[in-house]
């Protein structure tokens, strides 16, 4: 049996019937298929996959290891339904270390940016700032639905389905986020979408474009849209809110991923060095 014909199994048996983001493991086999979809699933070595993974880690060290990891998956799901003997020849490959991403806006970026988008064509103002304000991952603004919003509660709830960790995710609405909602409820019409894309029935698509040309107007490099989701986050560590009450705010499930924002949670330590520059100085 080939590496390809354990693909196949594998996306037709298991990820487009259990998995929500299949689109992955198809991005995945489109990009890297042409590399294994001949080669026998027997013949695939640890060193064979370590070759590989330094060779794209080349161009890209997190393309490297997301796709090191794909094609683990691949090859643990058939060992589980007896497809494949093992072992899984991506174990104890060594994997290249992705830096977890850090940015945000910056106060002065913050500013202009704000400026700026104030200015911007009412869609793209109104889903950045829902961005911004909510802490929600791109994917879920895009897609938000009117049933989804309680006004008089002041929550948006994101269904299970749609949601990264599996389980339905209660987003609590500032009054500033209400006003946009209450904005874009005038001017959308029947449409069931918060953003209604431009055919019917379908949501809004990433709006890559007009993203880029806001960046270009507020003079702010390298930031992405998820970018909104960590600056809300920045700014409730900075402003001291607890590890906990972030990842809850922005839906954790695993509290590791909260911990990118424990280097901003300064208020004790900066309290702590000033005393103890007090007690220096007598």
């Not at 198809?26 to 640890?46: E, I, M, Q």
């Not at 880690?57 to 997190?62: N, T």
């Not at 909260?258 to 000033?274: D, K, N, P, S």
Request: proline residues 5%; positive net charge; glycine residues 8%.
């Amino acid at each position: 049996m080939t590496v390809g014909h354990l693909f196949e199994q594998y996306f037709n048996r298991h990820v487009r019937s259990r998995l929500r983001n299949w689109r992955n493991a198809h991005y995945f086999w489109r990009v890297h298929g042409g590399r294994w979809a001949g080669v026998p699933a027997a013949s695939v070595s640890r060193l064979d996959v370590q070759a590989w993974c330094d060779e794209l880690a080349a161009r890209s060290p997190s393309a490297s290891t997301r796709a090191v990891d794909q094609l683990s998956a691949v090859f643990g799901w058939a060992i589980r339904r007896g497809l494949f003997g093992g072992p899984n020849p991506c174990a104890g490959v060594e994997k290249h270390k992705i830096a977890a991403r850090e940015r945000f806006l910056l106060p002065g970026e913050l500013r202009r940016f704000c400026a700026v988008l104030d200015g911007e064509e009412p869609t793209l103002r109104d889903f950045v700032w829902l961005s911004l304000l909510t802490g929600a991952r791109r994917s879920n603004v895009l897609s938000m639905r009117w049933e989804e919003i309680d006004v008089d509660l002041a929550v948006w709830r994101i269904p299970a389905e749609k949601f990264k960790n599996g389980s339905s995710h209660l987003v609590p609405l500032c009054p500033d986020a209400l006003a946009v909602l209450a904005r874009r409820k005038e001017t959308v019409g029947p449409s069931p979408y918060v953003f209604p894309g431009r055919r019917p029935g379908q949501h809004l698509k990433e709006p890559k474009r007009a993203w880029q040309r806001l960046l270009r107007r507020a003079e702010i490099g390298d930031l992405r849209i998820h970018d909104l989701r960590r600056t809300l986050g920045s700014y409730m560590a900075i402003q001291g809110e607890s590890l906990t009450v972030i990842g809850q705010a922005l839906g954790h499930k695993d509290p590791r991923s909260t911990m990118v924002y424990a280097r901003l949670h300064l208020g004790a330590v900066r309290h702590a060095m000033e005393r103890a520059v007090g007690s220096m100085r007598g």
